[in-house]
């Protein structure tokens, strides 16, 4: 009697484990069920409970396990490096991660000894708010900004990136040029800014590649500073180069010094560390900057005629304004290389290089790994749909659910030959939101 229980639990056991939807979760259950009987642990007959009889049940157990989890990416987390000083408890040349404006003063910053970079510190969090993550390392001014963008400068912006291990997405960078100068340094102005900032932003490009290389991509804002005030003498970048990676910014929320003008660098990244990546960061359904203020060189911006527009259309960041709407916005979030570049705006960089990461993780964990394959050494056609749905569930769940961007699709050619080159080819492509730059309205009366 206890054989012919124990074969039939079996029979029964093997049954469920091949139901649908059961799969490997089921057979464990049914398997550890089958281990008990046979073990004797159960007995041979099932007590029900009384409702049992008379109007059956039915049991549910939980599965876990079953399904894959979802990248998570901090994508608004920015850095700056500032030209600065040693103060109190704080080390010029020291790495650190801020999340408000009290932690820079705890840090030992503060605006009477270092008030050049407690002051772009301050407007990060005028427009950034409480909480929001900004790596942060101040140089001394025997460093120039051109020194801070050498990838073979270890002091440089290369300390403050490893320091934060691939979790900065936009990297600020300026110097203060008056301190450079009673240092000791040499600032020579070329074609409208000081000549370094062009240096900075070729250098940064190579460092960008660098750490693209190593999975943490970044984009890169340069403080035009020296900014002689004559808009027709900047290069234009929108024609003959070719650095998506770099952006230059004119324009400051003070009037800094006659000579050696800053720009608002604080206030830009607090800008793009409150935004989702596609969110550009002239976008003027945010509403106005917190700055009240606004010069290029030592003139405020209402008395620089059209030199907002030359340089916007040179494809530097800067100022603009809009007739019957108040406050200051920027004009745009270009990069220095022409509207033909897929990236030639800081936004559309930062939806690629988010794609980039995600994807990244998601195949990482495929490396080496063993897979089915049909005649001719070619993917197992079920297997390669299987791949291209995770890294597309991936990018959906994180960032076509928050509205980044359109769509996604991915495609594996079935027909590689997988066995012989070890190497599976795939193609990921996004769709990107659309920007409303130009809106033309025909306007008329209706008889």
């Known amino acids: 009697m206890m054989k012919q229980f124990v074969t039939g639990f079996?029979?029964?056991?093997?049954?469920?484990?091949?139901?649908?939807?059961?799969g490997l979760a089921g057979l464990a259950i049914t398997g550890t069920l089958l281990t008990l009987a046979m073990a004797g642990a159960l007995p041979l007959r099932i007590k029900r409970k009384w409702y049992d009889h008379t109007a059956g049940s039915v049991t549910v157990t939980e599965a876990s396990g079953q399904l894959g989890g979802t990248v998570t990416i901090n994508d608004r987390v920015v850095g700056m490096v500032l030209t600065g000083a040693t103060e109190g408890s704080y080390t010029a040349g020291t790495p650190m991660l801020v999340t408000s404006l009290t932690d820079v003063t705890t840090a030992g910053i503060t605006s009477t000894g270092n008030a050049f970079a407690y002051r772009h510190c301050k407007e990060f969090y005028d427009q950034a708010p409480v909480g929001t993550q900004l790596y942060l390392m101040l140089v001394p001014a025997t460093i120039t900004i051109a020194d801070m963008a050498d990838n073979t400068n270890a002091n440089?912006?290369?300390?403050?990136?490893?320091?934060?291990?691939?979790?900065?997405?936009?990297?600020g960078l300026l110097a203060d040029d008056k301190a450079i100068d009673v240092a000791g340094g040499t600032i020579t102005i070329t074609n409208g800014l000081n000549a370094d900032v062009y240096t900075a932003a070729n250098s940064v490009k190579i460092m960008e590649a660098a750490f693209r290389a190593d999975q943490k991509p970044f984009r890169a804002v340069i403080g035009g500073s020296s900014y002689s005030g004559v808009a027709s003498a900047l290069t234009d970048e929108a024609t003959g180069t070719t650095n998506n990676k770099a952006a230059i910014l004119i324009g400051d929320t003070i009037s800094y010094d006659a000579t050696y003008t800053s720009a608002c660098l604080g206030l830009f990244m607090g800008k793009v560390a409150s935004n989702s990546v596609q969110v550009k960061a002239s976008r003027v359904k945010d509403g106005p900057l917190s700055n009240t203020t606004a010069y290029l060189k030592t003139t405020p911006l209402a008395g620089t005629g059209n030199d907002m527009v030359t340089i916007a259309q040179k494809h530097f960041i800067t100022w603009v304004t809009y007739p019957n709407v108040s406050g200051f916005f920027f004009s745009g979030d270009p990069m220095l290389c022409a509207t033909t570049d897929d990236y030639w705006f800081l936004a559309r960089g930062r939806v690629i290089d988010k794609a980039h990461v995600i994807a990244y993780t998601t195949f990482v964990n495929e490396v080496d790994d063993d897979i089915p394959t049909v005649e001719g050494g070619k993917p197992s056609p079920g297997f390669a749909k299987w791949l291209e749905q995770q890294i597309i569930n991936q990018v959906s769940d994180t960032m076509l659910a928050n509205g980044e961007i359109s769509s996604v699709g991915c495609f594996i050619d079935p027909e590689q030959n997988v066995i012989t080159t070890s190497t599976l080819n795939v193609v990921l492509k996004i769709r990107p939101k659309g920007y409303l730059t130009y809106i033309n309205v025909s306007l008329g009366f209706e008889l």
């Open 10 to 22: 079996m029979m029964m056991a093997l049954a469920a484990a091949m139901l649908p939807g059961m």
């Open 156 to 171: 440089g912006a290369k300390k403050l990136l490893n320091f934060a291990a691939g979790k900065i997405k936009v990297l």
